[in-house]
């Protein structure tokens, strides 16, 4: 029942279910949640070297089929899934498809097959940002596709991105990494689904015969147009075919329940699969403002928003951080550790800079170096024993913070050297040219073990500081300590507003509000247009439950 994952519920139910048939990013999560790392740090490049090939493509579009017509809420679903195995312009791909299952109850349904497929490529790629190599992936693909006289020539746009992402990547000021890379599958999938328009058969024939990883893109879009279609009209496009309705999860998976125990060889169904996420489905569109009617099994989903990034969550985390709003805005972030330059002999980097680049949240999406991704490392400082570390970032101006993150890099005990972690730790701020302890509570302890700990000190109130640090003993024989980032985490703006059906404001949804809107029409359908459609819909809100009333014209 649970649909908002917390980094310890996703953590578990890795350990308990999936152990066999992973590879790559999620290998490479499920072995750093063995050792106690959680999510979303299981994703960030100071931890994960594969964060940025395919793996959360093919694995999070579930939760826009949970939030039809939401794909604000679909990302939020998303989010923390989405980070558990990727970042970067891989999560930024994640949340493309995530979006786009989100957005297909809502394609006009007068366009053409082609018009669909655009409306849901333009509308899923408002959610990126500009600067993300998925979004240069988009727009090059997009625009070729415009462009191509000859609409059933998908190999033009496909030789496009061989040549672009992978041939001539370099040049291009990119880095084409694995055919299993999340860059060029990504492309294979938005050729197939503008190429495809909306057709099943030739979005899975393009799809599958894109190469690189195919069938994981092929599979993301053909769920798509299956949600579009329904299951009887997917149905009869095959009608000589029998379509198996039963699932044998346990050949992949461990521990879960056998909802099958008569048979032998199967536990599920997607029948009952589907039966199982009404409930979830539900209590989304009830919660962003939507309507049921049971008795009907009718939903009225909630008014759509218009499509762009101040609704992606990972935009609203980065503008929190003070590392990277201090330096878009041209200032400057210092970082210093209090111990001298030691030499860790490949055990992270001894040069402070690290621990405050950002990089672990940035939203930009921009091309990786890998190297980048490294933590401070102050081994080989020789420090004498009982000496506290303390790590400090400041800044050029004033920051109005309401939280401290210190995010840990990895930890040694490998018979050669021990340490890369604080015994315990206090956090300080620097206001009035002094640095003072400030009251904060601690999202979570010290672990003695696990490495790459995500710690938030959330102080008991904003305060204006120039600076944040944080001090104690460093752990382990040779006494040493890490840090991947500290970030002083800005107060948040105001979220953006959602459309609502109270046109007027006033708390109640009733006929009041269908005056309102008439005196100030608005788009509520998301189509950008306001239109007759909107008046409809915001009729329907007023009178639910008179359907057939408005079915009947009166």
């Known amino acids: 029942t649970t649909t908002s994952l917390s980094p310890e519920v996703i953590a578990s139910g890795w350990t308990q279910h999936i152990n066999r048939f992973i590879w790559v990013s999620n290998a490479s999560a499920r072995s750093l949640i063995s050792r106690g790392v959680l999510p979303p740090v299981t994703g960030m490049g100071t931890a994960n070297v594969n964060r940025l090939m395919i793996d959360a493509q093919l694995t999070t579009e579930i939760f826009g089929a949970l939030c039809p017509g939401m794909p604000e809420r679909a990302l939020e679903l998303a989010d923390l899934p989405i980070r558990t195995t990727s970042a970067g312009y891989a999560a930024h791909a994640a949340q493309f498809y995530a979006a786009l299952y989100a957005l297909a109850p809502l394609v006009p349904a007068d366009l053409s097959e082609r018009d669909k497929a655009i409306w849901l490529f333009q509308h899923a790629r408002a959610y990126l940002p500009n600067t993300s190599k998925s979004a240069d992936i988009c727009d090059v693909v997009f625009a070729d596709f415009l462009a191509n006289p000859d609409p059933n020539d998908w190999e033009r746009t496909r030789d496009l991105v061989y040549q672009r992402y992978q041939l001539n990547a370099v040049a291009n000021g990119f880095r084409y990494r694995a055919w299993y890379e999340s860059s060029v599958n990504f492309a294979s999938g938005i050729i197939a689904l503008l190429y495809g328009e909306c057709d099943y058969r030739k979005t899975v024939r393009i799809g599958t015969c894109s190469g690189w990883d195919s069938d994981n893109a092929t599979a993301t879009l053909g769920g798509m147009i299956g949600l579009m279609l329904g299951s009887s009209q997917l149905s009869a496009l095959f009608p000589a075919t029998n379509f198996s309705d039963r699932f044998w999860i346990l050949r992949t998976r461990d521990n879960l329940p056998d909802y099958l125990l008569s048979d032998s060889a199967a536990e599920d169904t997607f029948s009952l699969m589907g039966e199982r996420m009404l409930d979830i489905i539900e209590r989304q569109i009830t919660a962003a403002g939507g309507l049921i009617d049971s008795d009907r099994a009718l939903w009225l989903l ?153 710690i938030e000190f959330t102080l008991a109130s904003p305060i204006l500081a120039r600076g944040v640090r944080v001090r104690g003993l460093p752990g382990g024989v040779n006494r040493f300590v890490t840090c991947a980032e500290l970030d002083a985490i800005l107060v948040e703006s105001a979220p953006p507003i959602a459309n609502t059906w109270d046109s007027n404001g006033d708390g109640v949804r009733n006929v009041e509000d269908l005056y309102a809107w008439h005196a100030a029409p608005a788009d509520l359908t998301g189509d950008g247009v306001v239109d007759p459609h909107d008046r409809v819909y915001q009729e329907a809100a007023v009178r639910w439950r008179e359907w057939n009333d408005m079915t009947n014209g009166r």
């Open 302 to 454: 909630p008014p759509a928003n218009t499509p762009s990034t101040s609704w992606n969550p990972r935009q609203r985390d980065d503008a929190r951080s003070a590392n990277n709003a201090i330096r878009r805005a041209g200032g400057t972030v210092t970082p210093s550790s209090s111990v001298p330059l030691g030499n860790p002999g490949g055990r992270g980097v001894p040069w402070v800079s690290y621990m405050a680049n950002a990089v672990e949240g940035n939203f930009a999406g921009r091309e990786e170096v890998d190297g980048d991704s490294s933590f401070y490392c102050s081994l080989g400082a020789a420090i004498p024993p009982g000496t506290e570390v303390v790590l400090s970032v400041v800044y050029d101006r004033e920051v109005h913070l309401d939280a401290v993150r210190f995010i840990e890099g990895e930890r040694y005990d490998d018979g050669v050297v021990q340490g890369g972690w604080f015994e315990g730790l206090a956090v300080e701020a620097l206001q009035g040219g002094s640095w003072n302890a400030v009251p904060t509570t601690q999202s979570v302890a010290l672990d003695p073990v696990a490495p790459f700990q995500l």
